[in-house]
Structures are given as C-alpha cells and as structure tokens.
C-alpha cells in the first residue's frame, strides 16, 4: 500500500512540475511579445518626431526577432515602410510592403501610393490608391483621397484632383463628427485639411490657366479674394491681368478695393484712368458713375449734375457699339474674312 501510495505521489508531483514549467513559459512568452510592443511603440513615437533611422533600426530587430504575428506585425512593418520612405528611401519602402499586400489592409495600399508618389510614378500611385474607395472607414478614406488628389495633380488632372480634394474634406467633416475620435488623428487632419484646400485653389489656378488663360485664373483669385473682403491680395491679383476686358474689369475693381479700404484718392484716380486710358470700356460708364457720386456726396446734386453729362455721352457711344455687334452676330454667316475684319475695325470708333 505505501508502495502505490509513493508511486501516486510521485506522478502527481511530476504533473505539478510540468504545469508549474508550462505557466513559466507562458509567462515569459507573454512577456517576451509585450516587450516587443513596447518596441514597436517606441518606433513610432521617434517616427512622429522625425527621427527616422532610429525608428528604422527597432522595427528592424523586432521584425526579425520572429515573435511578432498577425495585426501587431502588420503594425510594424507598415510603420518600418512608412520610415523608410520619409527617410528617403521609397524604393525600400515599396518591397517592405510587398509583403503585406496578402492582408488587404487600405493603409497598405495607401503608403505604397505615398512610396510610388515620391518615385515620381504617380500612375503606379493611383493604381495603389484605388485600390479602396467609399466603403472604408473615413478616416482610412481621408488619406486614399488625398493621396489621390496629389497623384491628379502630378498628372495633370486638375478636375479630378479637384474632386479627389473635396472629398479628403468631406471624410475629415465626417471623422471629426464621430463621438470615438483619436485626438492625434484629429490633430494630423486638420493639418491635411489646410493642404487639400491649398492644394484645391492651386489645382483651380491650374485648370483656369490651362483653358481660360493666365488672366482668367487671376480674375478668379482676385475675385475670390474681393469677396472675402481680402483687399490686398484682391488687388494684388487684378494687377497681374495683363489684356483684353479682363484687364477693363481689373481696373475698376481694384478702384473699389481702393475704396473699400478707404484710400479714396487712389480709387478716385483709378476711376479716372479708365475714362481717360479707354473711354470705350464697357466698365467706363461705371467708372464715371463712381466719380459722380463721389461729387455729389461732397458738393451736391447741382455739381453732380454737370459731370454727369459724360455718362449720357457714354451711354449714346455705347449704344452705337452695340447695334454694330448685333450687325456683327446676324450677318457673321455671310460677311467674308475680310469683311468682317474691316467692321470690327470701325466698331472701334
């Protein structure tokens, strides 16, 4: 009896031990993996600050130390990838994500379009960037968009770039409306947000210029500007049109944010410019009605009156010029090259 009593009780304590060394190694295991994390997270902290070989270095060895699996070593990889490219080194970035594309993760696809971008392959790019569209997370949508939006710009679509920006605003919107929202997230938008409207109007400025001409993509900022009640630049921008009834508008314009500022003087003088400089503007009439209310304002009806009589003038010239443009537009079918070159000429008049 004491013999199978000794015998149990030594098999129960080599079962004791085994469990005893099997928890053991759970546990250094399990410590092993969080220091790896914390690793990991380190990286990302010297990422965020801009120092990229450091950041380089520990995902590195916590990528080869083979304990990382699954979404924390995607984690690391993807931050390894996106280090590498701020690093200047988009080529290593590339093959570094080749190895993920397998998990289908849209930020993948979206740091290769970034790697690609700064290869200067944006077709390449937008492939990667479309991979995902409007049924992601919009906070996953915001960079697909303005990846997107820098490609079409490096394309030359400017329309599309256009679209590809308002929609990194509307998804940045919908982000910031979610009541689960990341603060860092948040903050890293709102510097996107600034760029993608940036980005937006010199995309604009770029599709004005290439189908309306230079002179029109500055009426459109000028004007854009004067709305907003920014002067200066408004003023600034009517100064770089150089030709045609653009430059005619330009000029009273800037005599209205003269105006609008208060430097009376110059806007007055502006004004006077156009009257003088060319009569025949279709913004001289306006002009003149501008100097005219400035008189009556300081010296009454009486005085107004008098230099009022141009605008009658003005207005008399004017309406000759328009039934030669109506003469133009009924028979413009039938007057031959020259004819029509010999009435423009005297429409001048």
């Not at 990286?43 to 916590?62: H, S």
Request: glycine share 6%.
């Amino acid at each position: 009896m004491n013999r199978y009593l000794g015998t149990i009780l030594l098999f129960f304590c080599i079962i004791c031990h085994s469990a005893n060394s099997s928890s053991t190694g759970t546990e250094k295991r399990s410590s092993s993996e969080a220091g790896i994390s914390i690793l990991v997270d380190k990286a990302e902290r010297l990422l965020l600050d801009g120092k990229y070989k450091q950041a380089i270095d520990i995902l590195e060895k916590a990528l080869s130390d083979g304990r990382l699996a699954g979404m924390p070593r995607g984690r690391a990889t993807m931050l390894l990838a996106r280090a590498q490219r701020l690093d200047g080194s988009p080529a290593k970035s590339i093959k570094t994500l080749e190895k993920l594309i397998e998990t289908k993760d849209p930020l993948h696809y979206v740091e290769m379009a970034e790697a690609y971008l700064a290869l200067l392959k944006p077709e390449e790019a937008l492939r990667s960037a479309s991979m995902y569209g409007p049924k992601d997370a919009s906070d996953v949508l915001v960079y697909v968009y303005w990846v997107g939006a820098r490609v079409e710009f490096s394309l030359e679509n400017y329309l599309r770039c256009i679209e590809s920006c308002k929609g990194t605003l509307r998804e940045i919107d919908s982000y910031r409306g979610k009541s689960d929202t990341n603060k860092k997230t948040v903050e890293e938008f709102v510097t996107i947000a600034k760029a993608a409207a940036e980005l937006m109007e010199r995309a604009q400025e770029m599709y004005d210029a290439s189908r309306y001409g230079t002179d029109f993509a500055y009426y459109r900022k000028a004007r854009h500007a004067d709305f907003k009640g920014e002067y200066d630049d408004a003023i600034k921008y009517y100064s770089k049109i150089r030709k045609g009834v653009l430059l005619q508008a330009a000029a009273l314009y800037i005599g209205k944010c003269l105006e609008a500022k208060g430097e009376e003087k110059e806007s007055l003088r502006k004004f006077k410019e156009i009257i003088e400089n060319d009569p025949a503007s279709p913004y001289a009439g306006e002009a003149s009605l501008k100097l005219v209310e400035n008189i009556y304002i300081k010296s009454g009806a009486e005085e107004a009156l008098k230099h009022a009589a141009w605008f009658d003038e003005w207005i008399v010239k004017e309406e000759k010029l328009w039934h030669v443009s109506i003469m133009l537009d009924t028979f413009q079918d039938s007057l031959s090259a020259d004819s029509l070159k010999s009435v423009n000429y005297f429409a001048c008049f």
